[in-house]
């Protein structure tokens, strides 16, 4: 019975309660929250749940074995530290942290304490994004050429973070997972209206090698929720709506073709074919993340979002930010 403790039940702490008490052989042990109130809710639904103020009593109980961390994004690295320190498998959710020379430092200590770090990027657990990235590795599309991703809604605005990370996390995650490299560079801007020192609209391009493009548009100032990416190919191109009820990806077999028409010209051809829905396995990502989770402490192999790889995600957000202080200045990671 691997025993966890809940740092957090604001906004997503109740979902990863929700999991990882519903999985076999996992016992949600204790909740801590600085509010007696959320404190109450969750133990009116998990009736068994101890509860605490001070996350130094998860540290130091003996009888639990792993941390979720769900608190705001600048305490991740230090409460990430702490329990790493007290030999505490963790998760923490996305990103991991604020600065890369903390993720390089978590990484590190993860590895010297001989425990599982995993960051909490939900998508690449997600049925359809893992359905792209084997017809991207089947070459489905022929040559990938750009990625377009819009992920934009009313809100939720955060007190100590830029929406580039607040959102583009999610986005960010992906296509290092799609493409299986990093960006080589990385410009970006970004605008604030409401609140004039923390960014609430941004757009970020990525240049990734053999002249792959990708572009980031995130928001909390929009009327509607859009959770859309593109991804074209030299031979078919993909539409993937998270917000689908239905058919969140759809493979179009179209794209153009380049026919020589005499010496020294060419001619386009404009190829549209078929449209096709792949069948997508119907499991709840979260649930496959925490058993991920589970899976790599019994096995002591790192899961997808391993430290290395919430690390990668946080030198990205870094240069995006920094780009987006200098306005739009291109930034190379390399």
């Known amino acids: 019975?691997?025993?966890?403790?809940?740092?957090?039940?604001?906004?997503?702490?109740?979902?990863?309660?929700?999991?990882?008490?519903?999985?076999?052989?996992?016992?949600?042990?204790?909740?801590?929250?600085?509010?007696?109130?959320?404190?109450?809710?969750?133990?009116?639904?998990?009736h068994r749940l101890s509860t605490c103020t001070n996350p130094d009593e998860l540290f130091r109980n003996p009888d639990i074995d792993a941390v979720l961390i769900a608190t705001p994004v600048s305490t991740h690295a230090q409460l990430a530290t702490q329990a790493l320190k007290a030999g505490k498998h963790v998760y923490v959710e996305k990103p991991m942290s604020m600065r890369p020379e903390d993720a390089e430092h978590l990484t590190a200590l993860a590895k010297r304490q001989r425990r599982i770090l995993m960051v909490g990027h939900t998508f690449l657990y997600s049925p359809p994004v893992r359905k792209i990235k084997q017809m991207i590795d089947q070459q489905t599309l022929g040559r990938i050429y750009y990625i377009n991703c819009s992920r934009v809604n009313l809100g939720l605005f955060q007190p100590d973070v830029s929406v580039f990370y607040d959102l583009a996390p999610h986005d960010i995650s992906m296509i290092l997972y799609w493409l299986n490299a990093?960006?080589?560079?990385?410009?970006?801007?970004?605008?604030?209206f409401v609140r004039k020192k923390i960014l609430e609209v941004g757009f970020a391009t990525m240049g990734f090698p053999r002249g792959v493009v990708a572009h980031l548009h995130v928001s909390w100032l929009a009327?509607?929720?859009?959770?859309?990416?593109?991804?074209?190919?030299?031979?078919?191109?993909?539409?993937?709506?998270?917000?689908?009820?239905?058919?969140?990806v759809k493979l179009f077999d179209q794209g153009v073709v380049r026919n020589p028409e005499t010496f020294g010209e060419f001619q386009l051809t404009y190829r549209?074919?078929?449209?096709?829905?792949?069948?997508?396995?119907?499991?709840?990502?979260?649930?496959?993340?925490?058993?991920?989770?589970?899976?790599?402490?019994?096995?002591g192999r790192p899961p997808i979002s391993d430290a290395r790889f919430g690390g990668r995600v946080v030198r990205v957000l870094d240069a995006i930010e920094a780009s987006s202080r200098q306005n739009g200045k291109r930034r190379w990671l390399r």
């Open 182 to 192: 990093d960006p080589l560079w990385v410009c970006a801007e970004g605008a604030s």
């Open 1 to 46: 019975m691997l025993t966890v403790g809940l740092i957090g039940y604001g906004y997503w702490g109740p979902n990863l309660a929700r999991v990882f008490s519903e999985l076999p052989d996992v016992s949600l042990h204790t909740l801590c929250d600085r509010s007696f109130e959320r404190q109450r809710l969750a133990r009116s639904r998990f």
């Open 272 to 299: 549209s074919g078929d449209v096709l829905s792949p069948h997508i396995d119907a499991s709840e990502p979260l649930r496959n993340q925490a058993k991920a989770f589970v899976e790599a402490i019994e096995s």
């Open 223 to 248: 009327p509607s929720k859009l959770r859309q990416t593109t991804v074209v190919g030299s031979k078919r191109m993909i539409l993937y709506d998270d917000t689908s009820n239905n058919e969140k």
